[in-house]
């Protein structure tokens, strides 16, 4: 499952990076690929209107709020393996130290049951991409992904390594786990579009060029991200809420 993973990144990657744009024609310098970009971000919106954002709707009215938080608090806790080991990479010894806890404590009930409670300390998530802006790796250039959404190379890179530290990518799983596997995929997208509905909308719907507003909403919060790290803190609730927007754990 992972390889094929990484085999349709990689692909995909490939095909959008066919066609430089000359800087005088292109809307931002960092976006190399604006045209090819452009044209990904169209199926993107093509996918949200007819398969995604229905689903979600659904999925909004369908499941209880209870639920929505479990799926929510598994997707999360699948990621904190990740956050651990970036954070130590990042000499953030302390929020590895209880993204490590956090799994394991909570590993009891798959993550989705939350049983740290509510005045357990906040865990700041962490990522390959980050890890690779504290040692200075060129961010490159901006892509957009197919099905992925906005990305930089440093950042695609990220995910890319972030996947392979998901538990379920490391851990053998009998036919349960690896049916749920299979679907944890679409119902993170699913479950992430349905948190940011109302927000996500207003971009597509609103935008007067959708595809340039969540270019610069994305610099915003990656900049935002590495800004706070050179500062030596952690990203806000806030911060971890506006990264979801446009981003899930693969």
């Given amino acids: 499952m992972l390889r094929?993973?990484?085999?349709?990144?990689?692909?995909?990657?490939?095909?959008?990076?066919?066609?430089?744009?000359?800087?005088?024609?292109?809307?931002?310098?960092?976006?190399?690929?604006?045209?090819?970009?452009?044209?990904?971000?169209?199926?993107?919106?093509?996918?949200?209107t007819y398969v995604i954002e229905p689903v979600a709707s659904g999925y909004r009215k369908a499941v209880p709020e209870g639920g929505q938080t479990a799926i929510a608090h598994h997707l999360a806790w699948a990621g904190l393996p990740s956050t651990a080991i970036n954070s130590s990479l990042q000499g953030k010894y302390e929020n590895a130290g209880l993204a490590v806890l956090n799994f394991a404590i909570n590993?009891?009930?798959?993550?989705?049951?939350d049983l740290m409670g509510d005045d357990a300390a906040p865990?700041?998530?962490?990522?390959?991409?980050?890890?690779?802006?504290a040692a200075d790796i060129d961010e490159g250039s901006y892509l957009m992904v197919p099905f992925l959404g906005p990305h930089t190379t440093r950042s695609l890179t990220g995910r890319v390594v972030d996947m392979v530290m998901n538990p379920y990518s490391i851990i053998e799983v009998g036919a349960p786990l690896q049916t749920w596997q299979t679907a944890r995929i679409p119902t993170s997208a699913v479950s992430f579009r349905a948190a940011n509905f109302e927000a996500f909308n207003d971009v597509k719907y609103n935008a007067l060029d959708p595809y340039a507003r969540t270019r610069s909403v994305y610099y915003q919060q990656r900049n935002g991200l590495l800004d706070d790290k050179l500062r030596g803190g952690g990203t806000s609730s806030a911060d971890d809420e506006f990264e979801d927007f446009f981003g899930e754990d693969g």
Avoid: W
Wanted: net charge negative; hydrophobic share 40%.
């Fill in 4 to 48: 094929s993973q990484l085999l349709i990144l990689t692909s995909l990657v490939t095909f959008v990076a066919c066609s430089s744009v000359p800087e005088n024609q292109r809307s931002d310098m960092r976006d190399r690929y604006e045209n090819s970009n452009r044209a990904v971000f169209d199926f993107n919106m093509g996918v949200d």
């Fill in 107 to 113: 590993g009891l009930t798959l993550g989705f049951v």
């Fill in 123 to 133: 865990i700041h998530k962490e990522d390959f991409g980050q890890t690779l802006a």
